[in-house]
């Protein structure tokens, strides 16, 4: 197997293991803001949950053109 698989693979299993341990507070998170509509720390705890979003979409499409890429090396 080529270095490029091992990476996408690993890429994709590490990624997914760090959002899945971060889903949690990210729900805690969202709980305290619709609780809690006016506090201040809402917003900040608003814009932690837009970063995690845009991270995951981030690590989606990222993931997505490695696996293309590793098919268009290897089947290319």
Excluded: R
Excluded at 32 to 59: C, G, L
């Amino acid at each position: 197997m080529d270095i490029l698989l091992w990476i996408t693979i690993g890429f994709i299993i590490i990624g997914f293991v760090v959002l899945t341990s971060m889903k949690k507070g990210m729900e805690s998170k969202l709980a305290f803001i619709t609780a809690n509509m006016e506090d201040e720390e809402s917003s900040k705890k608003a814009k932690s949950i837009i970063w995690w979003i845009m991270s995951t979409t981030a690590w989606g499409i990222v993931s997505m053109i490695l696996i293309i890429w590793w098919f268009h090396n290897h089947f290319g």
